[in-house]
């Protein structure tokens, strides 16, 4: 029996939340809901572990929810908005941990991506943060589409999943472990080997400490980065959920094999793919940004910074290219500066942009050394890269003003640019140790009494989350908007028309028109109708996430020319048997944003938290040939507001009330 | 003389620079005459793919159009997005 009271925080909406119920109870009354079996062919059940009791239950998401909203990110946000009691904190062992894997993942090339869900310990607001590597596809060959985690374990616990059913194993010999030790411990203790017949998910001690920023790692990079995911699983002490078993073929509605070799050609002979992303990967970025006069630098308090760092300086260190589960363009860069045993942190995986340009110009460091070795760093110690460097370098803009001294750092003088004390916090960051401990906290420092109020100031976030990317939106209105809207917080993942910074396109008014479906200003500076393209890319990430595809390989991220709604419906179709007109596809896009807000809502979101920070409406860019560019208030309320508009959200940025009602019908 | 920079997946040679001594005045120009030294660069760079960036600058609009001089050095630019 549910019972059910009026959500308090999103009137009038007809939301029943079982508040005064427990997990557990929540848990039972939507098992009882869903179906035994699978819906289509593929479908992969949803496993809800209490990790309290060490019980199983499962079923399947049911197709309504599937025709409105796929699965992997989609049906991640139907069991939130389920099983999410608002009243409790992030970390508490009632809110759940959701693993899913898109309806694609495993089958098609380049679709090898899941997204794990919950309540942000870091932001306050929707956790949701994407992944590839091996995990994701294990667990569909695994016939396991969700895993929903929920109470606290009563001791350290490793989850192993073997032909479909979950074995809760003692974690306590792996405490303390990061992930380079522990990757190498578990084929020991396990057997198999990674990529071919074992997969894991696992926090480190980050994780095992709550640290904000901690990421579940997926492999020897690949994590779930953003929001906290580390310190949530931590919460629930699972140290580890490791998978086996061996890659096979699905069953699938039809045959799918022929259509898979149109999108590995498709992915392979596009350009973006041919010239940047298997040659160099996402490093490649730095250079137009640096250029362009909007590489985040010093906290963004400039916005150019040396080439030393361009892409061709990492190339002397990268030993070959890495990817995921099944996929065929291997965007990863390698990396290998010396080959001493005893140097840890000689080699590893990446870096990839984001980590370049946050532990690069946002921290003023100019070595290329430095940046790899640090991202190596992050990697074993389980770090969110985009977190932890925007959090070092608020702090250091704190210590540079003055508003922050030695008596908040511990006795450290914090000076731009200095790799080896930044090294040495994250160590510390990682054990919450001295300094370590307030950086742990990340955005919340002030929140939290480390910080005076005045550092908010500086603060680069957006509904509590640090900018994921280094790139300066003061220049690329669309880009702006994107970070204000997106609904994890300030992530240029979840919607960034990055097509606005090609020329190519710029140039070609139809062009740009078809691929946004209305016209679109050319003027990367303009406001004019850049709501509509931020609106066409949200609809488009969230299908991606929502069948598994990587987000490099999608359609209007990196190219015009990538896989996008056409060959998905296309192999949806064939996979799964379920047929999506394309505008039906975009549609679900649109649903997956729309429940999100709905769910943001209720953790008290508003319109006053699609903003950016102070420093981008207050201060100009100052180098390069948009020098003098910054965000007009004004202007940027009434593009948020043709923003709600166009995407058929209130003034106050939730769906209108037949839009609501519709979801409402879905999701139950 | 215009001096071209090229990424070194378009690169026909060793060396990354080109020289094109023709009377080019826009991109535009530019881009024919390097067609007419590496044929087939023309197609190639009719791609969203590539920007070009001016004596630094990067071209985010307007791009073929943009008046050049004696002695500028003119990028060719692969432009990606990051994660």
């Known amino acids: ?668 | 003389m215009i001096s071209v920079l090229l990424p070194s997946t378009l690169r026909v040679s060793d060396s990354d620079h080109l020289e094109v001594h023709e009377d080019v005045h826009t991109i535009a120009e530019l881009v024919e005459a390097l067609d007419r030294k590496i044929p087939g660069l023309r197609e190639q760079l009719d791609d969203s793919v590539f920007n070009f960036a001016v004596n630094d600058e990067m071209l985010l609009i307007h791009a073929r159009e943009r008046a050049l001089n004696d002695g500028d050095v003119v990028e060719v630019i692969p432009t990606i997005s990051g994660g």
């Open chain 1, 1 to 668: 029996m549910r019972l059910a009271t009026l959500c308090p925080r999103l009137e009038p909406c007809r939301v029943y939340h079982p508040q005064l119920m427990n997990i557990r109870d929540r848990v039972s009354a939507l098992v009882a809901e869903l179906p035994r079996e699978p819906q289509f062919p593929t479908q992969g059940a949803t496993l809800f572990v209490d990790l309290e009791r060490q019980q199983i239950s499962r079923g399947y998401t049911p197709m309504r929810v599937v025709k409105s909203l796929l699965a992997g990110r989609g049906a991640n946000m139907f069991y939130l908005h389920r099983l999410l009691d608002e009243t409790l904190e992030p970390l508490h062992p009632d809110i759940p941990l959701i693993f899913g894997s898109g309806v694609l993942t495993g089958i098609v090339p380049s679709a090898a991506r899941g997204n794990a869900t919950s309540w942000s310990p870091e932001s306050g607001v929707l956790m949701d943060s994407n992944a590839g590597d091996y995990f994701p596809s294990f667990i569909r060959m695994n016939g396991i589409d969700h895993i929903v985690l929920f109470g606290r374990a009563a001791a350290w616990t490793l989850l192993r999943i073997r032909q479909g059913e979950v074995e809760f194993l003692d974690g306590s010999a792996y405490l303390g472990l990061d992930n380079i030790d522990l990757r190498e411990r578990i084929p020991q203790d396990f057997g198999g080997t990674w990529n071919r017949d074992l997969a894991m998910v696992n926090v480190t001690r980050a994780g095992e400490n709550q640290v904000l920023c901690s990421a579940i790692m997926g492999g020897p990079k690949a994590c779930y980065a953003r929001g906290g995911p580390g310190a949530k699983m931590g919460s629930l002490k699972v140290k580890a959920i490791v998978v086996q078993g061996q890659t096979r073929d699905f069953e699938t509605a039809q045959p799918y094999k022929g259509y898979n070799r149109t999108i590995a050609q498709k992915l392979l002979d596009t350009s973006v793919v041919k010239h940047a992303l298997k040659t160099m990967g996402t490093p490649f970025l730095y250079k137009p940004s640096r250029l362009l006069g909007a590489m985040g630098t010093k906290n963004n308090q400039e916005t150019t910074w040396t080439d030393k760092l361009d892409a061709e300086n990492i190339t002397p260190y990268r030993p070959g290219m890495s990817g995921c589960f099944r996929c065929p363009v291997n965007c990863r860069p390698l990396n290998e500066m010396n080959q001493d045993a005893a140097d840890k942190y000689g080699r590893g995986d990446g870096p990839e942009y984001v980590t370049l340009g946050k532990f690069g110009p946002n921290v003023g460091i100019d070595r290329i050394e430095s940046v790899i070795r640090l991202n190596n760093i992050c990697n074993d110690l389980g770090l969110d890269t985009a977190s932890t460097g925007s959090t070092i370098a608020w702090a250091l803009e704190l210590f540079q003003r003055g508003i922050i001294d030695t008596t908040h750092t511990g006795g450290f003088e914090l000076k731009w640019g200095d790799a080896d004390l930044i090294e040495r916090l994250l160590f510390m960051i990682s054990r919450r140790e001295g300094f370590g401990n307030v950086l742990a906290d990340t955005t919340r420092a002030v929140e939290k009494g480390h910080y005076p109020p005045p550092a908010l100031k500086y603060r680069m976030a957006v509904k509590g989350l640090m900018q994921s990317d280094p790139h300066d939106a003061r220049i690329l209105k669309a880009f702006a908007l994107g970070l204000a809207v997106a609904t994890r917080g300030m992530d240029h993942l979840r919607n960034r028309v990055t097509l606005e910074i090609n020329a190519r396109i710029n140039d070609d008014p139809a062009f740009k028109q078809r691929l946004y479906g209305a016209p679109v200003s050319a003027a990367p500076n303009s406001y004019d109708t850049k709501e509509r393209a931020v609106r066409v890319c949200e609809n488009m990430y969230a299908v991606g996430d929502s069948v598994g595809m990587c987000r490099f390989t999608t359609k209007l991220f990196n190219s015009p020319s990538l896989p996008g709604l056409e060959e998905f419906a296309a192999q949806i179709q064939n996979v799964t048997g379920i047929s999506y007109a394309i505008d039906e596809l975009d549609r679900v896009g649109h649903n997956v944003m729309g429940l999100e807000r709905m769910i943001n809502a209720r953790l008290g979101v508003t319109r006053s938290h699609d903003t950016l920070p102070d420093r981008w409406f207050d201060e100009p860019v100052t180098f390069g040939s948009y020098k003098g560019e910054k965000i007009d208030r004004g202007e940027f309320d009434a593009m948020l507001s043709r923003f709600y508009e166009v995407s058929n959200l209130t003034p106050d940025g939730v769906p209108v009330d037949a839009w609501r009602q519709e979801l409402q019908q879905v999701i139950g």
